[in-house]
C-alpha cells in the first residue's frame, strides 16, 4: 500500500475534496464544478417539492432542505452541494419580519434606519438555528464524498435588505446611512457579522467542508468606501471559520478584489466581467479563483457556449487554484440539460485544457 509511507498531513491532502484542493491551490489539473443557485428554481423537482411552501418555511424542513441540496448533485455530478437557505434565514430566526417574495427577493416589514430599529435587532439564542444543524448532520451523511458548501451573506449585503426594506438598484438609503451616520451603520454591520458568522459556525461544525460568504452588492461600493464600511465587518465573519476553506464572492467586484481577499478568504469569486487570468494576477499567488462563466451566456446555443466555457477554463489555469462556476446565480429559466453538459465538458476536458 503506497499511501502508507506518506506523512499524515500528504494523505490527507490526496484524499481531500477535489473542490478542498483547489481552494488551498494544491488540484494539479483537476477541475472542480459547481454553480451558485445550483439548487433552485431551474429545476422541475425542486418546483415539485416546493409546491405550496413558501421559501422561507422549506428552509425550516430539514428533510426538504436535505432533498433540496441532494438534486443537482445527483442531476449533473457536481463537485459540490450548496447548503438550500438563505442569507436571511439567520435574520428570520432572530424574529425579523420578513418573507421571500418570488420573482422580487428578500422583503422587510420594519426597515432599520434609526437606532430604535437597530435595538429590534436582537441576535438569535444558540438553539435558534437547530434546524439548520439538524439539516447539514442530515446532508453531511448523505452526501458521502462530495462536500457541502455552507454559506451566510456578509453585513453589508444584509444591511442594504435590512435598510432599503428590499432589494434596491442604488442602495441609496443604505449609503445615506452608512455615510451619514457611521456609529449606527457600524453598530448595525457587527451585529448582523455577529449573526452570519453564527450562522457559518452552525453549518461548519456540522460538518460542511467549505464556505461561501455572499458580499453579492458589494460591487455598488468605491474600494475607499468598501474598506471603511464592509471589509472590517467581512473579516470579523470570516476569521471565525478559518478551519475550513473560504470563498468570498460579490457581483461587479472587480475593483475590490484583493481587498475581499484580504478580508480573510483562500478564494475569491469572480463575475464575467474580467477574465479569470486578470483577477487572479490582481490577486496575486496566495489566492484560489471561482467562477466565472456569464449565466446569461446559457441560453446560447451550444456550440458558442460550450468555446465561452473553455475560455473560461483556459483563463483559470492561469491562477493557483480555479473552481469553475458562473459568474452569478443560475437564472431560473435555465435548461437544466444546458447546465449538465456544462458539467460533462468540465469533467472531460478540463484537465487537458489547464495542462496546455
Ligand atoms: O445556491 C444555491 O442553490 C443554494 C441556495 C441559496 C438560495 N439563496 C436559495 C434561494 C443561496 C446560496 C442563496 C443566497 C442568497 N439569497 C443571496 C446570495 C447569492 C446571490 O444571488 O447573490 C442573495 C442575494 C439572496 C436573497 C434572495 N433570495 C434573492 C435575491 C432571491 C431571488 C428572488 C426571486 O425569486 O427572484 C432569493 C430567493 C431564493 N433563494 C430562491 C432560492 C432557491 C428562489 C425562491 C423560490 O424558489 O421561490
Not at 315 to 343: I, M
Amino acid at each position: 500500500d503506497a499511501t502508507v509511507t506518506l506523512p499524515p498531513s500528504e494523505t490527507q491532502e490526496v484524499s481531500a475534496p477535489l473542490l478542498v484542493r483547489a481552494a488551498r491551490r494544491q488540484q494539479g489539473d483537476g477541475l472542480p464544478v459547481w454553480f451558485m443557485r445550483q439548487a433552485g428554481r431551474s429545476l422541475p423537482e425542486y418546483k415539485r417539492v416546493r409546491e405550496g411552501i413558501a421559501m422561507l418555511d422549506s428552509c425550516a424542513r430539514p428533510d426538504l432542505v436535505a432533498e433540496i441540496t441532494l438534486q443537482p448533485v445527483r442531476r449533473y455530478g457536481v463537485d459540490a452541494a450548496i447548503f438550500y437557505s438563505d442569507i436571511m434565514v439567520p435574520l428570520k430566526a432572530a424574529g425579523v419580519d420578513l418573507d421571500i417574495v418570488p420573482g422580487r427577493g428578500p422583503v422587510v416589514a420594519e426597515p432599520v434606519r434609526d437606532r430604535a430599529g437597530l435595538e429590534r435587532l436582537v441576535p438569535a439564542e444558540p438553539g435558534d438555528l437547530g434546524f439548520v444543524d439538524e439539516a447539514v448532520r442530515l446532508l453531511v451523511a448523505e452526501l458521502g464524498e462530495t462536500p457541502l458548501i455552507g454559506f451566510a451573506g456578509a453585513p453589508f449585503t444584509l444591511a442594504s435588505y435590512l435598510v432599503e426594506g428590499g432589494p434596491s438598484r442604488d442602495y441609496a438609503r443604505t449609503k445615506a446611512l452608512m455615510v451619514g451616520d457611521p456609529e449606527l451603520w457600524h453598530d448595525l454591520c457587527a451585529r448582523l457579522a455577529t449573526m452570519s458568522a453564527h450562522f457559518l459556525r452552525t453549518q461548519v461544525e456540522a460538518g460542511a467542508s467549505a464556505v461561501q460568504l455572499f458580499d453579492s452588492w458589494a460591487g455598488s461600493l468605491s474600494a475607499a468606501d468598501y474598506t471603511t464600511f464592509a471589509q472590517p465587518h467581512s473579516a470579523r465573519v470570516l476569521a471565525g471559520i478559518a478551519t475550513v476553506p473560504r470563498i468570498h464572492f460579490g457581483v461587479g467586484t472587480g475593483e475590490l478584489l484583493t481587498r475581499m481577499g484580504e478580508a480573510g478568504a483562500e478564494v475569491v469569486g469572480v463575475d464575467w466581467r474580467i477574465p479569470l487570468a486578470e483577477a487572479s494576477r490582481r490577486l496575486g499567488p496566495a489566492y484560489a479563483v471561482q467562477g466565472n462563466l456569464d449565466p446569461a451566456l446559457l441560453g446560447a446555443p451550444w456550440p458558442v457556449l460550450a468555446e465561452r466555457v473553455r475560455d473560461v477554463v483556459r483563463s483559470g489555469a492561469a491562477a493557483p487554484g480555479h473552481v469553475f462556476n458562473l459568474g452569478h446565480g443560475v437564472p431560473p429559466e435555465t435548461d437544466p440539460d444546458v447546465l449538465g453538459r456544462v458539467v460533462d465538458l468540465v469533467h472531460e476536458e478540463g484537465p487537458t485544457l489547464r495542462a496546455e
